[in-house]
């Protein structure tokens, strides 16, 4: 039986992200529609694990806003092709997750990864951050800039989203749970960053098809750890 309360409350969601500048009008409505496809293929706990992701991410853009805007490197509200790109992976995992056990690895490693990479990119621009290809300092925000604070923080988020999937019951056992989400995040999130310092500083690759290809390792990692 399907929780139409949860769907409602989705659409609040929906609401509340886009008049908050979170998303845009279009990048609230596709959240919207993926949210609702997870709710009926996989089940509202998982749709709850999106949301505890989307919880940190929103926190940790907004922490600092002001030290952000100095810098330039305030995002602020963010689009579908953000949505898509963090999210698709971890979208097709949990239509499918019901029917095919290792997706549901696969699902907290698209999600991990998409944390642990936001969060980095976000608290990691407090410190100096270095290039990841070469270890030199680097300005923060700088594509492929990773920092031991960015990369701490990031970790703790992969952590949480394992837990989180523990306790609503997407993965069994607890273990599991924080072992396949720690490391497909922090192997994702690093995939991010050496993208970013290759072929997104040589403008071969945007910022969204970096996120999408983190994403897919991310995955890759989980499926292949549960």
């Not at 409505?29 to 993926?34: C, Q, S, W």
């Not at 698709?88 to 698209?110: E, H, S």
């Amino acid at each position: 039986m399907i929780n139409w309360g949860y769907v409602l409350a989705l659409f609040i969601l929906g609401i509340i992200t886009y008049k908050r500048n979170a998303l845009d009008l279009l990048g609230s409505l596709t959240m919207v529609l993926m949210g609702i496809i997870i709710i009926f293929s996989a089940g509202a706990n998982w749709l709850l694990l999106l949301v505890i992701f989307l919880i940190m991410t929103l926190l940790a853009t907004r922490y600092s806003r002001a030290y952000k805007r100095s810098l330039g490197e305030y995002e602020g509200r963010r689009s579908s092709k953000n949505v898509i790109s963090n999210g698709v992976v971890a979208f097709m995992m949990a239509a499918f997750g019901g029917y095919y056990l290792p997706l549901v690895g696969g699902f907290v490693g698209a999600i991990a990864t998409a944390t642990a990479d936001t969060l980095a990119s976000e608290i990691g621009v407090l410190q100096q951050p270095r290039l990841i290809t070469t270890f030199q300092k680097v300005d923060p925000g700088t594509n492929g800039a990773v920092s031991v604070l960015g990369t701490a923080v990031g970790i703790i988020g992969a952590f949480i989203i394992g837990v989180s999937a523990f306790l609503l019951g997407i993965v069994p056992n607890p273990l599991s749970a924080i072992v396949v989400s720690v490391i497909s995040g922090t192997v994702g999130c690093f995939m991010d960053s050496f993208l970013g310092a290759t072929f997104e500083r040589a403008e071969m690759l945007t910022n969204e098809h970096v996120n999408l290809i983190a994403s897919i390792t991310g995955a890759i990692v989980g499926i292949l750890l549960i």
